[in-house]
């Protein structure tokens, strides 16, 4: 079992919690004045994405989480499973809906994903930061319309739903930040 | 990537400069002498909290070798001046400390450390503010005794609060966790008043705590009048710890004897005994005068002057630039 001291944590780290893989947000060292010294955390727990936080004695060491993260282009749903490879070695990997969660609908077929395994098992699928998608169900919008007043809902081909433009019609293909879920704009 | 630039900014620098040239104007004023002790010691310091970094010296005098403490504060050398005849004496140094890294902390700091014979730890708290609220233009600092501010602002007496009832405090605040990682009574006071107290005093003034428990006198005499506490007192502000000062204990034999007990809290959490600094010990007995000395934390000083988050922003190269 890897272990890591509180002198090694810093942003990114990934650590062992109640039996729960977790990342480092924030670290803070506090030190009382001639007292003992403690380091306060921020923490997200990495399966069930809660952020807590905790304290732990200046010094002491906790078990590390053995985490990696692969770049995989995403393949195919089979209805329980979403199945990614590895476009070099060939190798591919399945994650459940747990792990995918609802980044369901900013799977793209072909579009490279990190997904992160705890243990060699997938427990987190990040799609990119910006994917491609078609409009398959909106509200005709008015001709002429090109500031996005106010805009309006629009279903696209994964079953994902967004606000776009007035101008933005059926089948049309536009461009969404996945992190913010927003529209960016229409791809020609 | 651009680390051999300073992490502070130049215009922080130059009011860093400024300060300084404010505060030996300041003890200029008040005829207290400036002096400079060694950063290197043949002792180091025995407080369970504190690490020294160490170091080794060769060349004449040592064929084999001398080890040496690179010290955590100019404490026990400017006593050995106080206990020679100095007088008043001031000092502005860098102090080092193993262990010790984060928003306000950096291994090697600059201390602002000074003595005044025959002040009582009022008369100190008084010139000490008068010094900050010039520096920061601010009001002048409140006092309010260690245990004042417990039952103020938490209505519990630490003087006579069991380990249960702190542990209790500190899960109804949510801070389950940190009541778990300890059984001792005075790491949960100072974890206490860390995170439940210092955040909400001395927001809009400077604020002096003292009487601190005679668990934690550290180098402080117990007061005459209630010898459960010690004429301790440290400064905050703006939750930053500032300045910790002591009406200073003078008895050789109590002074061994509080070095002795570091040395037994030290071997009971498996730390390395530290040896006993014998230059000190001597200079007690052969006198130090009645005195009240205090350290400021010169870099956190100027964070408050500059607004500066973070330590880093206002030293050039702190550790991960050194």
């Known amino acids: 079992m890897a272990t890591v001291s509180t002198n090694e944590f810093r942003g990114g780290l990934k650590i062992m919690l109640d039996g729960e893989p977790c990342a480092i947000i924030e670290n803070e060292f506090v030190k009382p004045g001639k007292g003992q010294a403690f380091n306060r955390v921020k923490i997200r727990k990495l399966i069930s994405g809660k952020v807590l936080e905790k304290t732990f004695k200046s010094g002491e060491s906790v078990e590390k989480a053995e985490i990696m993260d692969h770049e995989l282009a995403y393949l195919y749903n089979d209805g329980e499973f979403w199945h990614f490879m590895n476009n070099e070695t060939f190798e591919q990997i399945a994650a459940d809906a747990k792990a995918v969660g609802d980044n369901e609908k900013w799977l793209v077929e072909q579009d490279t994903c990190i997904i992160t395994l705890w243990d060699g098992n997938p427990i987190a699928v990040t799609p990119p930061n910006f994917v491609e998608l078609e409009v398959t169900e909106t509200d005709p919008g008015l001709k002429g319309d090109t500031a996005g007043t106010g805009g309006k809902p629009a279903t696209l081909s994964t079953g994902a739903v967004v606000r776009v433009p007035l101008f933005v019609q059926i089948g049309e293909v536009i461009k969404v930040d996945t992190r913010s879920g927003e529209y960016v704009s229409r791809v020609k | ?322």
């Open chain 2, 1 to 322: 990537m651009n680390q051999w630039q300073p992490s502070a900014s130049i215009e922080f620098l130059r009011q860093r400069a400024a300060v300084i040239r404010q505060i030996r104007e300041f003890f200029w004023q008040r005829d207290v002498l400036e002096v400079e002790t060694p950063s290197l010691a043949r002792f180091g310091v025995s407080d369970v909290h504190l690490e020294n970094l160490n170091t080794q010296y060769k060349g004449p005098g040592h064929p084999d070798g001398l080890r040496l403490h690179l010290q955590t504060s100019p404490e026990y050398a400017m006593k050995r001046l106080l206990a020679a005849g100095s007088g008043s004496i001031f000092q502005i140094c860098k102090a080092f400390r193993d262990d010790e890294s984060g928003r306000y902390h950096n291994l090697e700091f600059s201390l602002l450390e000074w003595y005044r014979p025959g002040f009582t730890a009022h008369q100190l708290m008084a010139e000490t503010s008068a010094l900050v609220s010039q520096v920061l233009q601010v009001p002048t600092a409140d006092i309010i005794t260690y245990q004042q501010a417990f039952l103020a602002q938490l209505d519990i007496d630490p003087l006579t609060a069991n380990v249960a009832e702190l542990k209790a405090l500190l899960c109804q605040h949510k801070l389950a966790d940190l009541a778990a990682l300890t059984e001792d009574k005075h790491t949960l006071l100072q974890w206490i008043f860390s995170q439940l107290i210092e955040p909400v005093i001395a927001q809009n003034q400077p604020c002096f705590i003292y009487q601190f428990p005679a668990e934690q006198a550290s180098l402080a005499k117990l007061s005459p009048q209630d010898p459960r506490v010690a004429e301790r007192f440290e400064l905050y502000y703006q939750g930053i710890e500032l300045a910790n000062g002591f009406d200073e204990l003078t008895c050789a034999k109590q002074q061994q004897a509080r070095f002795e007990a570091d040395n037994g809290r030290r071997r009971q959490l498996n730390k390395a005994e530290k040896p006993i600094d014998s230059y000190l010990l001597q200079a007690l007995a052969a006198g130090l005068p009645q005195c009240s000395g205090i350290a400021l934390g010169l870099d956190r000083l100027i964070m408050l002057a500059t607004g500066a988050e973070h330590i880093n922003q206002v030293l050039a190269f702190p550790l991960d630039r050194c």
